[in-house]
């Protein structure tokens, strides 16, 4: 065994006294030339080729490295063994990625790559006016020659897509407001904000299946629509607009679309804006990847107490104007009680492209609202009852925020929880059928109203003169109205 160690020994002694005696006859560019020309005799004969991508691009960030980080952290062919965790500023949630030194495999269209961490010391830096860091870091990406086109042409482009959707989707939400009369925060900007917490999504929303499915299609359309918009000449922008009575879910509809997207929420409050101008900062200070609800306390158009002087021209140039184009991927959503007191300008599409209707609780809903607030399935509630609620519950015009009360007051007693919703939905079926006879024996609203009108005009005419007629008459018309 000795003798072994020993041969070993003088061994390495021929080797390092060969490599300093070539170190000293080969001159350096000779050498430098052979690798070269070995390197490029290997990869001639090799059926892979190699991609390096370097964290600094000279002293700026590269991009695509952070791309690939946040891409490669989410894949669950992790298989490393050591894994780095990293929480970034304004981040909600913890991600991991590969160690130093460590490879992961990845495919794509069938396509097979291998992925590198390499991470290695960096030389003594001489002055710099920006100093690097100690460490060099880059992926290195190994394909097969046949897929180098695939993967330079479509392969780095979704790493870039999918990186902007995961840092969308854990960057915290924010939710901003208009500075009161205007004024400016201490950076200057005329917007405040407040992290945005709402646990609204399109899962817990009460409301129709079909029609929310229909909005979230409508919703992923637009975020992938960029090429579309640009090729037919449109602002990449649209417009919904809520309707409804209060306590239909229209604020939760806007936090389940803001969080299905990943968007910051800025609420514009009209009251506190003062000319078309100062409307027009407003926009040009927000952000891409935005909704924008948009509430007017005494309407727009005109000018109202407060001094507001924007004007309906003004409004529609926030939204469908020039000015609507100063940025892109933006959501601008009217929410109203009383969408006849909108005027027309505002409804048609390219402003208002799609018009939701947040309408009283039906049957869909309801059940929506058991599991969400009890945890009940449709099979956990008894079927008599079931039945009963699924008779009355669309003609009890209960609003979801008013089940939803109803639910949250016994929701530690499950079973007295749904016995006082079917009797508080039967108790409400039972007074508007009451009413409805009384008014006519008349299943339409509408008609009933009419007729009721009709009835009171007949009896003022009889006492009063006409003039007290005709106010009565649009006194009547309004509160039909509201």
């Known amino acids: 065994m000795k003798e072994y160690w020993t041969s070993l020994a003088s061994l390495l002694g021929v080797l390092a006294f060969c490599q300093s005696l070539m170190q000293s006859i080969i001159p350096p560019e000779l050498r ?11 990869h001639l004969f090799s059926s892979y080729c190699y991609f390096d991508i370097t964290e600094l691009d000279g002293v700026n960030t590269n991009e695509l490295y952070n791309a690939v980080q946040l891409y490669l952290s989410t894949s669950v062919s992790i298989a490393g063994n050591r894994l780095s965790l990293t929480r970034a500023v304004n981040s909600s949630s913890i991600t991991f990625g590969l160690s130093n030194n460590d490879s992961i495999v990845d495919t794509f269209n069938n396509a097979t790559v291998l992925w590198e961490h390499v991470v290695t010391q960096r030389q003594t830096q001489t002055f710099a006016w920006r100093p690097l860091p100690e460490e060099k870091r880059g992926f290195t990406l190994r394909i097969k020659k046949r897929d180098k086109t695939l993967i330079l042409n479509s392969y780095l482009d979704f790493i870039a ?10 960057q915290d939400r924010l939710l901003y407001t208009n500075t009161r009369g205007g004024s400016l925060d201490s950076r200057g900007h005329p917007w405040e904000s407040v992290p945005f917490k709402h646990p609204s999504t399109f899962e817990t929303l009460a409301m129709d299946p079909k029609k929310k499915q229909e909005i979230m299609d409508d919703l992923k359309d637009f975020v992938l629509g960029q090429m579309f918009y640009q090729k037919t000449g449109r602002a990449w922008k649209r417009g919904y607009l809520l309707y409804g009575p209060p306590g239909t879910g229209k604020s939760s509809m806007i936090a389940a679309m803001a969080n299905y997207l990943g968007y910051d929420i800025y609420d514009l409050e009209l009251t506190e804006v003062h000319s078309n101008s100062e409307l027009r900062k407003l926009l040009m200070k927000t952000s891409s990847k935005i909704g924008s609800e948009i509430r007017s306390g005494s309407g727009s158009g005109e000018e109202s107490g407060n001094g507001n002087t924007i004007t309906l021209s003004g409004l529609l140039n926030f939204t469908d104007g020039l000015w609507s184009c100063c940025g892109s991927e933006r959501i601008f959503i009217f929410t109203t009680n009383h969408i006849e007191k909108l005027d027309p300008a505002l409804l048609r599409s390219g402003r208002m492209d799609m018009h939701v209707c947040m309408s009283y609780c039906d049957f869909s809903s309801l059940k929506i609202l058991l599991r969400n607030y009890l945890g009940y399935e449709e099979e956990d509630v008894d079927d008599d009852v079931l039945k ?12 979801p925020a008013d089940v939803s009360e109803a639910l949250i007051k016994n929701r530690r007693d499950k079973e007295k929880a749904v016995r006082e919703l079917l009797v508080e939905l039967k108790s409400r079926w039972e007074r508007n059928v009451k009413g409805g006879k009384l008014r006519g024996q008349s299943g339409n609203l509408r008609e009933l109203e009419i007729v ?18 005709e106010d009565e008459t649009e006194l009547v018309d309004n509160v039909g109205k509201d």
């Open 161 to 170: 897509e999918k990186a902007k959707e995961i840092r969308r989707k854990n």
């Open 452 to 469: 009721e009108e009709e009835e009171k005009r007949a009896i003022d005419s009889q006492n009063e003169d006409g003039d007290d007629v």
């Open 388 to 399: 009963e609620m699924e008779r009355v519950v669309e003609k009890a015009e209960m609003t």
């Open 32 to 42: 430098f030339a052979f690798l070269k020309l070995f390197n490029r005799t290997f």
